[in-house]
């Protein structure tokens, strides 16, 4: 069956130092991958898009990179600060306009 | 602009009442989505529109779930009647062009079935 995971467990990390989460998927083949942040009582914010034809895509701190062969992307924050604190979603392209979206990972970055 | 806009942000009903979400997309979005959030199963699509038009409403979970999009500028998820295991937080999200901003995502809203 078709599946999206990410990390079920909370990510700490010290403020300064780079966090990185990870998206892994199964049975897909999608066209792109979009990275979503969300806080609490919020809806999903849109961070950034990825191409199946591309490595790699970069947006002020934030760095992404998409292995259609591993079948996975990763997610960097560079200097990581209190205030990146929240979940991050993984979301894949499936076909027409239908977006499917991982569980996310919750991030927490100490002072 | 506002952004995308839900009412009522929280509703506590009980079971077997019906239950009316809305939505009001961002102007020029011309896709408009559905969608459920739970701690177990996460972010789930249920229906998306076209230009007002239902595209796929395969996740819809059961027929007391019906949505509608009268026009550009409105659209409804009715659930009726409701039952304990539909509460969830619901959000619409539109978009135009994905490729360049994905979605934009409204607040939510929190449904609790008593």
Known sequence: SQKIEQNSEALN?????????????????????????????RGPVFLLLIRENEKEKRKERLKVTFDTTLKQSLFH??????????TYLCALHTGGFKTIFGAGTRLFVKA | DAGVIQSPRHEVTEMGQEVTLRCKPISGHD??????????????????FNNNV?????????????????????????????????SAVYFCASSSDREQYGYTFGSGTRLTVV
């Not at chain 1, 990390?13 to 009582?41: F, H, M, V």
């Not at chain 2, 395969?58 to 304990?84: C, H, V, Y």
């Open chain 1, 13 to 41: 990390i010290q403020e300064g130092k780079t966090a990185t989460l990870t998206c892994n998927y199964t049975n897909y083949s999608p066209a792109y991958l979009q990275w979503y942040r969300q806080d609490p009582g």
């Open chain 1, 77 to 86: 924050i560079t200097a990581s600060q209190p205030a990146d604190s929240a």
């Open chain 2, 31 to 48: 896709y408009l989505f559905w969608y459920r959030q739970t701690m177990m199963r996460g972010l789930e699509l249920l229906i998306y």
């Open chain 2, 54 to 86: 239902p595209i796929d409403d395969s996740g819809m979970p059961e027929d007391r779930f019906s949505a509608k999009m009268p026009n550009a500028s409105f659209s409804t998820l009715k659930i009726q009647p409701s039952e304990p295991r539909d």
